[in-house]
C-alpha cells in the first residue's frame, strides 16, 4: 500500500527544456513534502522542499507546486541541464509518524540530453 | 566538515552471518535515522535515534535486527543471521537538534550489503 506514489519510472528531456516530475499521495495528513536527489553509488540529497500551508515553494531552477484537493505535487527544473540526470524522489512527512520518519516514492529517473 | 559517513561502503556476509553496519553523522548533528532501500523500490524508514535513545523503531524488522547509537562512537545497524531477503543499500541520515529542519535529512552514500 504505497502512500507516496511516482507513476513515471523514467523520464527524458532535452537540454535547456522543462523537466517536470509528479508524485501523488493518499494521506491527507502528510503536512510537509520534500525532494531528494540521488546520483549512483551515493546517498540521496535533499533538493527542495514545501510545507502543506503553501502551494509553491521556488529556488533557483528548481520550483515544487502543491495541490492539496489533488493531493499532487510536482517538481519543475528548469532549464534543465546534463548534471540534473539523477533519480529523483519525492518524500513525505506528517501523519503521525515521528520526525524523520519520511515515506519515499519509489523514485523517476530523469535523463537530460544535451 | 564531513558529511554523514557510513561504513563499510560494501559488505557480503553468507547465509547465517551477522552483519553490523557503521554510522557518524554529521558534526553538530544529534539525530540518526536507518533507512534500507530494496532493488527497484525506494527508501523505507527503519528507525530513528538520538544518543543512548531509541526513538522511534516503527519501521524495524521484528527479529534480527537491532540498533543503537551510543553516547561516545558511531551509531550501529547490527542484522543478526542474515538471509538473503536482507541484500539491500542501507542508508544512515542525520538531522541538527530543533524542530526547523528536523525532517530535513542528510544522507550518507549508503552500505551496499550482499548476502550469498
Known amino acids: 500500500d504505497q502512500q507516496v506514489k511516482q507513476n513515471s519510472p523514467s523520464l527524458s528531456v532535452q537540454e535547456g527544456r522543462i523537466s517536470i516530475l509528479n508524485c501523488d499521495y493518499t494521506?491527507?495528513?502528510?503536512?510537509?513534502f520534500l525532494w531528494y536527489k540521488k546520483y549512483p553509488a551515493e546517498g540521496p540529497t535533499f533538493l527542495i522542499s514545501?510545507?502543506?500551508?503553501?502551494d509553491k515553494n521556488e529556488d533557483g531552477r528548481f520550483t515544487v507546486f502543491l495541490n492539496k484537493s489533488a493531493k499532487h505535487l510536482s517538481l519543475h527544473i528548469v532549464p534543465s541541464q546534463p548534471g540534473d540526470s539523477a533519480v529523483y524522489f519525492c518524500?513525505?512527512?506528517?501523519?503521525?509518524?515521528?520526525?524523520?520518519?519520511?515515506?519515499f516514492g519509489k523514485g523517476t529517473k530523469l535523463s537530460v540530453k544535451p | 566538515n564531513a558529511g554523514v559517513m557510513q561504513n563499510p561502503r560494501h559488505l557480503v556476509r553468507r547465509r547465517g552471518q551477522e552483519a553490523r553496519l557503521r554510522c557518524s553523522p554529521m558534526?553538530?548533528?544529534?539525530?540518526v535515522y536507518w533507512y534500507r532501500q530494496l532493488p527497484e523500490e525506494g527508501l523505507k524508514f527503519m528507525v530513528y535515534?538520538?544518543?543512548?535513545?531509541?526513538?522511534?523503531e516503527s519501521g524495524m524488522p521484528k527479529e534480527r535486527f537491532s540498533a543503537e547509537f551510543p553516547k561516545e562512537g558511531p551509531s550501529i545497524l547490527r542484522i543478526q543471521q542474515v538471509v538473503r531477503g536482507d541484500s539491500a543499500a542501507y542508508f544512515c541520515?542525520?538531522?541538527?537538534?530543533?524542530?526547523?529542519?528536523?525532517?530535513?535529512?542528510?544522507f550518507g552514500a549508503g552500505s551496499r550489503l550482499t548476502v550469498l
Open positions: 535515534l538520538q544518543k543512548e535513545n531509541i526513538i522511534d
Open positions: 514545501i510545507s502543506s500551508i503553501k
Open positions: 558534526k553538530g548533528h544529534s539525530h
Open positions: 494521506n491527507s495528513m502528510f503536512d510537509y
Open positions: 541520515a542525520s538531522s541538527p537538534p530543533g524542530t526547523e529542519w528536523a525532517n530535513v535529512l542528510t
Open positions: 518524500a513525505a512527512s506528517g501523519a503521525g509518524g515521528s520526525q524523520g520518519n519520511l515515506i
